[in-house]
């Protein structure tokens, strides 16, 4: 199976603050990776697929990168709506695996 | 407006067994693969199976295999995961998902809790 690590685990900033969460595959997955956001209580949201494709509806402050092994989700300037967990997945092969999983918190 | 919406969870004793259901709407149904995820209480997201289409491709997670089964029915926009001999392991929120090029609409998911 393709291992999926995220870092960090979690992290704090302030409101406006840029905000880079990165994701590291165990072997090669091309571009097929996707980003979700999860607030508590609820499912998770589609942000990015395809590695940089930005979802419909979601906020252009959200952006993601890399191609392989490494990529990377960074929200430009960090707002109070955006404290949540977020995942990366890669969907390169079955089984699709997800990251730990990163906690975003307001300082 | 599309939706997915999750059924049949409860509790269940270890060693029981029980099927999830997924009712779809607002899209068409048969042109979507559609995945099965779970979240266990406080951890993270664990994909647990996934059928094509059509129906006719079925994949699972390791954890799930054997005991497990994913079906549709694509007359009725129906997507269903039969479990069968569940362990306190198998307790979480079970999530159906749409697919297209990444699982772009989940439902609400429906808790299942394993305990005597």
């Known amino acids: 199976d393709i291992q999926m690590t995220q870092s960090p685990s979690s992290l704090s900033a302030s409101v406006g603050d840029r905000v880079t969460i990165t994701c590291r595959a165990s072997?090669?997955?091309?571009?097929?990776v996707n980003w979700f956001q999860q607030k508590p209580g609820k499912a998770p949201n589609l942000l990015i697929f395809a590695a940089s494709s930005l979802q419909s509806g979601v906020p252009s402050r959200f952006s993601g990168t890399g191609s392989g092994t490494d990529f990377t989700l960074t929200i430009s300037r960090l707002q109070p709506e955006d404290i949540a967990t977020y995942y990366c997945q890669q969907s390169y092969n079955t089984p699709q695996t997800f990251g730990q999983g990163t906690k975003v918190e307001i300082k | 407006e599309v939706q997915l919406l999750e059924s049949g969870g409860g509790l269940v004793q270890p060693g029981g067994s029980l099927r999830l259901s997924c009712a779809a709407s607002?899209?068409?149904?048969?042109?979507?693969?559609m995945h099965w995820v779970r979240q266990a209480p406080g951890k993270g997201l664990e994909w647990v199976s996934s059928?094509?289409?059509?129906?006719?491709?079925?994949y699972y997670a390791d954890s799930v295999t054997g005991r497990s089964s994913i079906s549709r029915d694509n007359s009725k926009k129906m997507l269903y995961l039969q479990m069968n001999s569940l362990s306190a392991g198998d307790t979480a929120v079970y999530y159906c998902?749409?697919?297209?090029?990444?699982?772009?609409?989940w439902g609400q998911g429906t808790l299942v809790t394993v305990s005597s």
């Open positions: 607002g899209f068409t149904f048969g042109s979507y693969a």
């Open positions: 998902a749409r697919a297209i090029s990444a699982l772009d609409v």
């Open positions: 059928i094509s289409g059509s129906g006719g491709r079925t």
């Open positions: 072997q090669s997955v091309g571009t097929y």
